[in-house]
T-cell receptor, first 112, second 120 residues
């Protein structure tokens, strides 16, 4: 199956700092989503971004499908940004349809 | 509130107990999913139901038995579990994963808050 690698595994930021999280995937995808999991376990969809660039407030994401990677940017980080950020993809082969494969996540801690 | 509700939020059970996890979605979606999240491991897809039909069983042991009576409800029946089955079980829904191959956004997942299971 498709492999999803996220880096860095852990990130500690001071409030107000900017950061970039990376997601590499091993095969062509037609679906890529970024999620944030808060400390209580709730996963929230941040972006649906199989290609191109999107922005939502202080967060933005860019996917370069031809080079098989996606980046999530956090600007002016706040303590509420703490949690785990997951990248998840669906491959283009028929046996991948409907199966969102998750990376291991990046644990982000924003300190006051 | 995401529109996907899971109950119970916490469950402690012995290895010989029978219990069930429940998931309900109010989003009008057609597909529902169970994922398992263990400590230090990526989310693992367990089951997929699309229009009430099971389309994916990711080699899940038979002590986990899913049930999808309609597109809005999904259950995970638990029986004779092992301590290593302790994990956060996440339910999700999406509009249509197959149509999502060609239509942007039809396979965007919405997750519930999870059911944290401890097997003693």
């Amino acid at each position: 199956g498709i492999q999803v690698e996220q880096s860095p595994p852990d990130l500690i930021l001071q409030e107000g700092a900017n950061s970039t999280l990376r997601c590499n995937f091993s095969d062509s995808v037609n679906n890529l989503q970024w999620f944030h999991q808060n400390p209580w376990g709730q996963l929230i969809n941040l972006f649906y971004i199989p290609s191109g660039t999107k922005q939502n407030g202080r967060l933005s994401a860019t996917t370069v499908a031809t080079e098989r990677y996606s980046l999530l940017y956090i600007s002016s980080s706040q303590t509420t940004d703490s949690g785990v950020y997951f990248c998840a993809v669906v491959g283009v082969t028929t046996d991948s349809w409907g199966k969102l494969q998750f990376g291991a996540g990046t644990q982000v801690v924003v300190t006051p | 509130e995401t529109g996907v509700t899971q109950t119970p939020r916490h469950l402690v059970m012995g290895m010989t107990n029978k219990k069930s996890l429940k998931c309900e979605q109010h989003l009008g979606h057609n597909a529902m999913y169970w994922y398992k999240q263990s400590a230090k491991k990526p989310l693992e897809l367990m089951f997929v139901y699309n229009f009430k039909e099971q389309t994916e069983n990711n080699s899940v042991p038979s002590r986990f038995s899913p049930e999808c009576p309609n597109s809005s409800h999904l259950f995970l029946h638990l029986h004779t579990l092992q301590p290593e089955d302790s994990a956060l079980y996440l339910c999700a829904s999406s509009q249509d994963p197959i149509r999502g191959v060609h239509e942007p956004g039809a396979n965007v997942l919405t997750f519930g808050a999870g059911s944290r299971l401890t097997v003693l």
